[in-house]
């Protein structure tokens, strides 16, 4: 993917672009917000990754711009502002996902990929099918291998969340936003337990693993 | 001398002075300004009786010539009044009249006699000596004719009138001294005390509070307010430096390993698996310091009402139902079972993460805190008819004794006084200021065995 990264500290913007190379995607790092916005408005980006706070413009009002020329790159935010209402206004100014400072590479790099995925337009299937394993949203059923499984309501929907990102690192926190609509860090592995549960669910009684974890980031569905 | 200076700093004193010189001043004008008014007074009214007489006397001259002049005069002096009549000749020998002596030189000259003078009058034996103003004509023949007015009476009664005005001042003035006095000096001496006070307080005793009388008056209630801020001020201060202190401890012990862990690694660690092992537990430490300061904050924040413009009118239930179907799994893998009842349409504004986020807090210190046998946690949404909703968690672990439940809700108050076992000892600290934030609050108490803790909600609607 070819990435946007507009962030002033040239520690945390050298670490990020480093990261994101590593992870195989063309990386433009901007340093203030004036080059930022002007390489934002050439739209040929898949996703940007602004930081709030920026010298000449904020990170708030490129986004806004952009927007309003009809640029819809999707974007992750950046800010050292956690409060719930600050992730709310990041939202409303156009932002499409919000990560506050200090971040985990890992957490970063599984939004971006998310995000630069849903560009690609394959959201809003009413089928996932995944190694055997098939999801039916409008028919609200699960089957593997031509057999159904049974799913809490929540299961369920964690496990579309997954599908709907298959091959993609999914973090914890992202789940947890995701699936249960809550913002903040729960100190527990509760996403673990549900994970596990889910697993037993899908796994138990077939040949291969699909749901997959990634230590040190977080869960994949793949084959 | 210094008393002096001292007293003369105190605005009181000096405003009390500036006060009674100016009234001293305006005294002494409103005495001279109704005397002189008077003096002009008794001027016309003198004026106005001579030129009458003359008139008459020029009556007298045209019918009969200079006789009717003195038998005019004769008739009126004999009669008693305030009136003065005198004739004399050339040298100044008084022919006619009622005036006995005369100041000298008021005959010199003709026309208005404006400054008045002395004289003494026939009848009056002791030779008293009376004031006067008149008027002098020259008659055609040498002859001087004076007509006048006497002023001793209206001057008596000007004197009068000065004479009480200045009395009349002079107690008022005595009075306002008398008052000052007695209300001012007090309330400046309690001022005084109220200052010393608060300059012990300011050096450091923050126990001390400033003296509240028995009256009840605004000296009392100033103070009363003042003292209710003191207590405000030392509660936050104890607050501040017992944060502190445990700031020290919780985020000094993790850096510490996190610098001890680094320099054995960067000496001692002969493969890259050493080394990423002790990279991988510093990750680990650090995660848990971003949690510690991410939950400080938060606190704050709340603490500071942040929050207040973020909320919505929001059923409660469906958070319950929500926070504890994703605790649910956690707690069945402690071996606890976690109930939930009391399903009701309690409408809370609040802000939904922070509510989950304090009755996540809850449940899963309940199931670190469950008792060792029949392990369950009882979640229960209630109404009460003063319109507070009530969010109840219960367990049946060993409590926290009843000497500590109000403490354990306190910052980084832990029930282990080495803080050596895991876990931030904010938690309970945090379900507290969400609470409060949410303008309800925290209540923890014990469920025989196990620990009862209620989030109490005002009602929306």
């Known amino acids: 993917m070819k990435l946007l990264v507009i962030e002033d500290d040239r520690e945390a913007g050298s670490f990020i672009e480093k990261g994101l190379i590593e992870a195989g995607h063309t990386v433009h790092l901007s340093m203030d917000g004036d080059s930022g916005y002007h390489l934002g408005t050439t739209g040929t980006y898949d996703v940007m990754i602004i930081d709030r706070m920026l010298p000449k413009r904020d990170g708030l009002s490129i986004i806004s711009s952009l927007r309003d020329q009809s640029i819809e790159t999707p974007v992750l935010i950046l800010s050292a502002l956690g409060q719930v209402d600050d992730r709310i206004t990041g939202l409303k100014a156009g932002g499409d996902d919000y990560l506050t400072k200090p971040y985990s590479f890992a957490e970063l790099l599984a939004r971006v990929e998310v995000l630069g995925r849903r560009r690609n337009g394959n959201s809003q299937q009413t089928v996932y099918e995944f190694g055997g394993l098939k999801l039916d949203r409008l028919a609200n059923a699960v089957s593997r291998d031509g057999r159904d499984i049974i799913l809490q309501p929540r299961e369920f929907r964690l496990l579309e969340y997954l599908m709907a990102r298959a091959g993609q690192v999914v973090t914890r926190t992202m789940l947890l936003e995701g699936v249960w609509d809550l913002h903040f860090d729960p100190q527990t592995n509760v996403i673990d337990v549900h994970i596990s549960r889910l697993r037993s669910k899908i796994e138990t009684g077939y040949p291969s693993p699909v749901l997959h974890t990634v230590r040190g980031r977080g869960y994949m569905i793949k084959a | ?461």
């Not at chain 2, 002494?28 to 002189?36: D, E």
């Not at chain 2, 001579?50 to 005019?72: K, M």
């Not at chain 2, 001087?144 to 008022?172: H, I, K, W, Y």
């Open chain 2, 1 to 461: 001398m210094n008393r002096l200076r001292m007293a003369l700093s105190s605005t009181a004193v000096r405003f009390s002075l500036l006060f009674l010189l100016l009234f001293f001043a305006a005294s002494i004008g409103l005495v001279l300004y109704v005397t002189s008014l008077s003096t002009q007074i008794i001027q016309t009214q003198a004026k106005t009786a001579i030129e009458q007489q003359l008139d008459r006397l020029q009556v007298a001259y045209e019918r009969a010539g200079i006789p009717g002049l003195f038998r005019y005069v004769e008739r009126e002096a004999n009669q008693p009044g305030a009136n003065l009549y005198l004739i004399a000749d050339q040298s100044g020998r008084i022919l006619s009249g009622n005036v006995r002596e005369l100041q000298p030189g008021v005959l010199d000259r003709s026309g208005w006699v404006q400054n008045p003078f002395t004289y003494s009058r026939f009848g009056d034996d002791d030779g008293e000596e009376f004031r006067a103003v008149a008027q002098v004509l020259k008659l055609p023949n040498g002859l001087t004719l004076l007509v006048g007015r006497d002023l001793s009476e209206p001057e008596r009664f000007r004197g009068l009138v000065r004479q009480a005005l200045t009395l009349a001042l002079g107690f008022m003035m005595l009075g306002a001294l008398l008052i000052w006095l007695l209300v001012g000096r007090r309330a400046l001496r309690r001022i005084d005390s109220v200052s010393i006070e608060s300059h012990r307080i300011i050096a450091g005793d923050l126990t001390r509070r400033l003296p509240v009388g028995a009256s009840g008056d605004e000296f009392d209630r100033l103070a009363v307010n003042l003292n209710s801020l003191l207590d405000r001020i030392e509660s936050l201060d104890k607050g501040v430096r017992n944060v502190s202190n445990n700031l020290a401890h919780d985020l000094k012990t993790p850096l510490t390993r996190l610098q001890a862990r680094t320099e054995n690694a960067l000496i001692n660690a002969k493969t890259p698996k050493d080394l990423k092992s002790a990279l991988k537990s510093n990750l680990a430490e650090s995660e848990a310091l971003i949690r510690t300061f991410n939950a400080i904050l938060t606190i704050s924040k709340l603490e500071a009402g942040a929050i207040l413009d973020n909320r919505q009118a929001l059923v409660l239930g469906p958070i319950i139902d929500d926070v504890v179907e994703l605790m649910e799994p956690v707690a069945e893998a402690m071996g606890v079972r976690l109930i939930y009842s009391g399903n009701n349409q309690a409408v809370c504004l609040v802000n939904r993460d922070l509510i989950a986020q304090a009755l996540l807090n809850l449940i899963e210190n309940s199931i670190r805190h469950a008792g060792d046998s029949n392990r369950c946690i009882e979640v229960h949404l209630g109404q009460t008819r003063n319109g507070t909703a009530e969010i109840t968690v219960k367990d049946n672990g060993q409590g926290i004794p009843e000497n500590m439940l109000e403490a354990v809700t306190e910052r980084f108050v832990r029930l282990d006084p080495s803080r050596s076992t895991a876990g931030t000892g904010l938690g309970l600290n945090l379900v507290k200021a969400i609470a409060e934030a949410h303008g309800g609050k925290l209540e923890l108490s014990d469920n025989n065995p196990g620990l009862s803790a209620t989030i109490s909600l005002p009602l929306a609607i």
